[in-house]
């Protein structure tokens, strides 16, 4: 069905579902992995119907109601799925997103830090979720992350590597940031993301001043770095950026079958060390991960994927609305980890992190309604 469209610009879930069949393809295979490439056989398209933001950011202090989006690998339909996805968190009333992309090094003590061809998706697909982003009035965080599935076969994750030499690490790493910079110059992404999680690495002030100043030779948005939350901020390179980045995996001590009031109790510990990061380092701090996994007791470790503990779809949604009451007030964004652009296939029965279709998504589209966050101490400057 040809659907005949001037300018379309709709928001709310209600439109989301309204206009979903719009966005399947029925094209020749030809014309959709043409389409889906970003290319046109025209010289004049159909403009694509999608789902405006429905509390844009306009400023920078606004707050960033983010979901990161994880994308693996080089699909030729990615951009038929990244539309529909972006439509969907438009109509939840999310105003930023993640570009979360895996970079690769061979083991833990290797410097050879890269790109894969197969899993890393090309600097021109990230161009499209870019522009498709920013089409709908989202804001754009990209994010390089180091996968660790290479890492794990030696015992590692992304915190506990140990390259030798390390300078050598350094000087690779940062001429993949400066790549990656580039990008998000080219298409104006308003933040970058310099690292995550590299624990054992974050002591290095000098080579992530070095990281910096080349990236900012690149790129004039926006810099962070996400440090995750057992380990406090770094200090010797936070001056350097324009926002500090937490990854808030605070374990909640709460009981199985824990109500949301139990949980909000639970994280004040949490809270009480978020605000000292901001009191200590007179920064605006964003959460640039939090979430859990749909398993019974989640919560207590919200950062693993639990993968013993039976179906809970009712911790994960006390969890999302717990710490939405949480941070209200106090950061200066959230951004849920994580989703992507494929749903899970039977969410009710899915023990994953991705909220899509469970009941946290509807807690999701409440925290973020109205913008009703807009917090002072922790605004982006």
């Known amino acids: 069905m040809t659907i005949l469209v001037l300018s379309i610009a709709l928001s709310g879930t209600a439109t989301y579902w309204l206009l979903r069949p719009a966005f399947s393809p029925t094209a020749a295979p030809v014309e959709v992995a043409a389409h889906a490439a970003g290319l046109s056989q025209s010289a004049a398209p159909t403009p694509t119907p999608f789902v405006e933001v429905l509390s844009p950011r306009k400023r920078a202090t606004d707050f960033q109601a983010g979901v990161m989006v994880l994308i693996y690998g080089n699909d030729p339909y990615f951009a038929i799925n990244v539309r529909r996805k972006l439509d969907y968190l438009a109509a939840?009333?999310?105003?930023s997103v993640g570009l979360v992309f895996p970079i690769f090094q061979t083991n833990g003590r290797s410097t050879d830090v890269h790109a894969d061809p197969i899993n890393t998706p090309s600097s021109d697909l990230m161009s499209v979720f870019i522009q498709e982003a920013h089409q709908r009035g989202f804001t754009v965080m990209m994010r390089p992350l180091l996968d660790e599935a290479s890492l794990a076969k030696g015992g590692d994750w992304r915190g506990s590597i140990r390259p030798r030499p390390v300078d050598g690490w350094f000087e690779a790493y940062g001429d993949l940031m400066v790549t990656y910079a580039n990008v998000a110059q080219e298409n104006r992404a308003e933040v970058f993301d310099i690292g995550t999680e590299l624990n054992t690495l974050e002591s290095y002030g000098p080579q992530w001043l070095?990281?910096?100043?080349?990236?900012?030779q690149a790129y004039t948005g926006l810099l962070t770095y996400s440090s995750i939350s057992a380990t406090g901020y770094p200090t010797q390179f936070a001056h350097a950026l324009d926002f500090l980045g937490i990854d808030a995996y605070y374990a909640l001590d709460a009981r199985d079958g824990?109500?949301?009031?139990?949980?909000?109790?639970a994280w004040r510990p949490g809270v009480v060390q978020l605000e000292r990061v901001i009191t200590d380092s007179g920064m605006p701090v964003v959460v640039t991960e939090v979430g859990t996994a749909s398993r019974r007791g989640s919560y207590r470790a919200p950062s693993s994927a639990n993968l013993g503990a039976p179906l809970d779809l009712e911790a994960q949604r006390a969890y999302y609305e717990a710490t939405c009451n949480a941070l209200r007030g106090v950061v200066g964004g959230v951004y849920w980890w994580y989703t992507s652009p494929y749903p899970p296939p039977a969410p009710l029965s899915d023990k994953d992190f991705d909220p899509t279709g469970k009941p946290a998504e509807a807690e999701?589209?409440?925290?973020?309604?109205?913008?009703?966050?807009?917090?002072a101490r922790g605004a982006t400057r």
Request: proline letters at 3%; aromatic letters at 4%.
């Open 258 to 265: 824990a109500t949301t009031a139990d949980l909000e109790k």
């Open 364 to 375: 999701l589209s409440q925290c973020f309604s109205g913008s009703q966050h807009a917090p």
């Open 92 to 95: 939840l009333g999310v105003n």
């Open 210 to 216: 070095n990281v910096i100043k080349r990236i900012r």
